[in-house]
């Protein structure tokens, strides 16, 4: 048998993490997490810019970042000015894909 044959099994050897609802199979309890709050328990993070939600923080910040960084970067006139905008304080949003 191949190198192929054995990469693929190796690749599947390392997924151990079972979903407790269904048959999927992750490497990572950060994917499998991921996957119950999307699938299973409909957990979504709105983007505040746009209609699009996502099931990772990290991700709707990359995606604010990339597609609405006009839009972040324009100072806020309800703002004090003695504030970060970039502070983690306050409400925590985020995580990725379109909504359904």
């Known amino acids: 048998m191949g190198d192929t044959f054995f990469s693929s099994m190796n690749c599947f050897m390392r997924k151990k993490l079972k979903c ?5 199979l992750y490497g990572y309890e950060t994917n ?18 746009c209609e699009r ?3 990772r923080r990290n991700t709707v910040r990359r995606h604010i970042a990339r ?6 970067n324009q100072p806020n006139p309800n703002q004090s000015p003695d504030k ?7 409400g925590s949003r985020g995580g990725g894909s379109r909504a359904q």
């Open 84 to 90: 970060d905008p970039n502070s983690r304080q306050g």
């Open 20 to 24: 407790p609802f269904c048959e999927r």
């Open 53 to 55: 939600t996502f099931t």
């Open 67 to 72: 597609e609405h960084k006009n839009t972040v």
């Open 32 to 49: 499998l997490r991921a996957h119950v709050r999307q699938r299973h328990q409909g957990i979504r993070v709105p983007c505040p810019h």
